[in-house]
């Protein structure tokens, strides 16, 4: 299985901040890669596809970067409703899709 | 707007068999290029993808759980299931349906229900 490893696992930051948020692929998965935003009791939320395609109806403030290994996780202007939990998954081998451990966005 | 809505017992014994079903509604569940998944969630932790039947029909399920899952569709009530076998209290998670996306370079779960928390406990 590939794994998958965020970091870092919570961050601290104020409304306003620029947060990025790293997931590492354990085997090169080119772009496959989707970024997921989940708040306590929801389902988690499509925020970005294919690394850097911005699902229909996600603000632009979220971006992200990336492929073979190495991927980021951009908010350029942190707002209150984006203190959430974000969660990458890698699409590269559709036979074993794995998630990884999620990072946590917490108010400052 | 595509709904999914996941129902079936909220507490099973140790055991026994896990049985869950997803709802679709505001499409089809027979529309191409789109697979049927479900993933699950420990409280507290993270998510685990545990298998999806995709739109050919074949089903692909975590090398993890592989040998308990089973995943079907019925076309004609325009649902999908998921059944666990022999459970134990690490089965304990809140479940979750979701859509696939595999056209072109989607790749991703773009819409989800809402999830059911299955307890294992005698």
């Known amino acids: 299985d590939i794994q998958m490893t965020q970091s870092p696992s919570s961050v601290s930051a104020s409304v306003g901040d620029r947060v990025t948020i790293t997931c590492r692929a354990s085997?090169?998965?080119?772009?496959?890669l989707a970024w997921y935003q989940q708040k306590p009791g929801k389902a988690p939320k499509l925020l970005i596809y294919?690394?850097?395609s911005l699902q229909s109806g996600v603000p632009s403030r979220f971006s992200g970067s990336g492929s073979g290994t190495d991927f980021t996780l951009t908010i350029s202007s942190l707002q209150p409703e984006d203190f959430a939990t974000y969660y990458c998954?890698?699409?590269?081998?559709?036979?074993?899709?794995?998630f990884g451990g999620g990072t946590k966005v917490e108010i400052k | 707007q595509l709904q999914l809505q996941e129902s079936g017992s909220g507490l099973v014994k140790p055991s026994q068999t896990l049985s869950l079903t997803c709802a679709v509604s505001?499409?089809?569940?027979?529309?191409?290029?789109?697979?049927w998944s479900w993933i699950r969630q420990p409280p507290g932790k993270g998510l685990e993808w545990i298998g999806y039947?995709?739109?050919?029909?074949?089903?692909y399920y975590n090398p993890s759980l592989k040998s308990r899952v089973t995943i079907s569709v019925d076309r004609s009530k325009n649902q999908f299931s998921l059944k666990l076998s022999s459970v134990t209290a690490a089965d304990t998670a809140v479940y979750y349906c979701?859509?696939?996306?595999?056209?072109?370079?989607?790749?991703?779960?773009?819409?989800w229900g809402q999830g059911t928390l299955v307890t294992v406990s005698s």
């Open positions: 294919a690394a850097s």
């Open positions: 505001g499409g089809s569940i027979s529309s191409g290029g789109y697979s």
């Open positions: 085997q090169g998965i080119s772009s496959w």
């Open positions: 039947i995709y739109h050919s029909g074949s089903t």
């Open positions: 979701a859509r696939w996306d595999d056209y072109g370079d989607y790749r991703s779960f773009d819409y």
């Open positions: 998954q890698q699409a590269n081998s559709f036979l074993a899709l794995t």
